[in-house]
């Protein structure tokens, strides 16, 4: 497990994360199909928090895409670096998330993002942000559809819908199991939207979430549970 402490750069106001955000999302790239699905390797990272404490745990977890069988995983836990906003979580989250994948002994290849990455009220969430930052293709799967709308697509897995913003679709509701509640997938950086659908299909096997993100999910929370007595004792 690894230690992160904030940069000393790291934006402290909402003004000065907008500002990074206005910089780095010239940089996203999208007209790029990304890996093709069930190819190589890919990554969920997830957080989990304990906000009494001020700790955060990030963790990594890399798949055979292929297989889905386990390849790698890491951890790293810090001080939350930012105070909640809504639109700004990713200044909360990115540098345990980047320590953790950095602590990895492979390269993650594609990465599942537990969140929104064109589907944000400024286009550039948790998964294109990380995206641009790596360099990594990266999508975003959220529960959610956040502050967007969307028909309910038809019952059978694999039907989709736009999730919309006004006229400007920014990314898709997906049904992953018949019946059951869609995701929400969008694009971060260097993956269509019709390519990260596939993928998140391809990890979706037998429950409603990418095993990507149930994997990380899990090792985050925990990381949490041994990290944060430690860290409050500091």
Not at 129 to 143: E, F, M, N, S
Not at 155 to 173: D, I, Q
Request: aromatic share 6%; glycine share 8%; charged share 25%.
């Amino acid at each position: 497990m690894t230690t992160v402490r904030t940069p000393a750069d790291w934006p402290v106001t909402e003004e000065e994360a907008r500002a990074v955000q206005d910089t780095l999302r010239e940089r996203v790239v999208l007209d790029e199909p990304g890996p093709p699905p069930g190819t190589g390797r890919v990554t969920g990272v997830d957080v989990a928090y304990d906000d009494e404490r001020d700790v955060v745990a990030a963790a990594a977890v890399v798949l055979d895409a292929a297989t889905l069988d386990v390849v790698a995983e890491s951890t790293a836990v810090g001080r939350i670096s930012f105070p909640y906003v809504p639109g700004l979580l990713a200044f909360r989250e990115l540098p345990t998330v980047l320590a953790a994948l950095e602590a990895l002994p492979c390269e993650p290849g594609l990465v599942v993002c537990d969140g929104y990455g064109l589907a944000h009220p400024r286009r550039f969430g948790l998964a294109g942000h990380l995206g641009v930052l790596t360099g990594l293709p990266a999508i975003g799967v959220a529960k959610n559809p956040f502050t967007f709308t969307y028909d309910e697509p038809a019952a059978p897995r694999g039907s989709t819908s736009p999730l919309l913003s006004g006229p400007e679709e920014v990314g898709r509701a997906l049904r992953t199991r018949d019946g059951v509640k869609p995701v929400f997938v969008s694009v971060g950086h260097r993956v269509s939207l019709d390519n990260a659908c596939a993928h998140t299909l391809a990890l979706t096997p037998a429950y409603r979430l990418p095993e990507t993100t149930r994997g990380a999910d899990a090792l985050c929370r925990r990381a949490l549970r041994e990290a944060a007595p430690a860290l409050t004792r500091e």
